[in-house]
């Protein structure tokens, strides 16, 4: 075992000295390369002698709140056009509302997971998103709204499983992969459909404010999300070219 061979011989009373934080910080740096498997180390360390101050052998943890090295980078993960196109075609049928939802709103899976039907009016979905508890106000797309009408309601949520039972948390997560896996989409998340809400209306040609408005970020977020989501983007990209090509045919005209 690695923190065996590494400090097994550390007498225990070497935790209270201040410098053993940034020994055992070296010793996961070692593998700074694999940041997964410097994150997994320090983690075991820091239960290890977790375990040990709860039972009264050491007095302190120096391997408490050590961060992490990994960073998982999705920022500039989106579902294109192509990527929906495969998740519809063979996702059952309850899954496909949830990934219309998470489209058309923006939302995270855990405010839209307990959306119920009294938050739906017809027109609007109005909810509280629980990690900023911010207010939000979503006209409902002609798109999903044709899929929400049409939808039976069984049970207090809108999205339920394919039982008709609301979600638990595990239970999405596990279903929702397998589909992806299914449809060949690799690592797609489905918080990667709030980038993709953002992309979208951007192109649409929305303003940040208005894209605040229903996704319920941040204004300067909104902004930093554009300018990653968007550098690529080649619908802009067709449509500028097309407005100098107007601009340009415009003057030749005059």
């Not at 920022?75 to 929906?84: M, Y």
């Amino acid at each position: 075992m690695k923190i065996e061979a590494a400090f097994g011989d550390m007498p225990l009373a070497a935790l209270e000295d201040p410098r053993a934080r940034g020994e055992f910080k070296k010793w996961r740096d070692q593998w700074a390369d694999k940041p997964r498997t410097a994150d997994y180390a320090w983690m075991v360390l820091a239960r290890t002698i977790s375990w040990g101050k709860d039972r009264g052998r050491v007095r302190t943890n120096p391997c408490e709140r050590g961060g992490r090295i990994y960073r998982s980078d999705r920022s500039e993960i989106v579902w294109t056009e192509a990527d929906i196109g495969r998740f519809m075609a063979v996702a059952p049928d309850h899954l496909k509302v949830a990934l219309l939802m998470g489209l058309w709103t923006g939302q995270r899976i855990g405010d839209l997971r307990t959306v119920t039907w009294s938050a739906y009016d017809g027109e609007f979905i109005r909810l509280k998103q629980s990690k900023t508890g911010r207010r939000v106000a979503i006209r409902v797309g002609a798109p999903l709204k044709a899929v929400l009408d049409a939808l039976p309601r069984r049970a207090v949520t809108i999205l339920t499983t394919e039982k008709g039972t609301s979600w638990t948390h595990f239970g999405f997560q596990s279903s929702w992969r397998k589909a992806v896996a299914e449809a060949g989409l690799g690592d797609l998340h489905f918080h990667d459909l709030r980038g993709s809400a953002v992309s979208r209306l951007a192109e649409a040609g929305c303003t940040e404010a208005e894209i605040a408005s229903i996704t319920g970020h941040a204004l300067h977020e909104v902004g930093k999300m554009i300018d990653r989501y968007l550098k690529r983007s080649e619908k802009l990209a067709e449509a500028a070219i097309l407005k100098l090509e107007s601009r340009t045919i415009q003057d030749q005209t005059l």
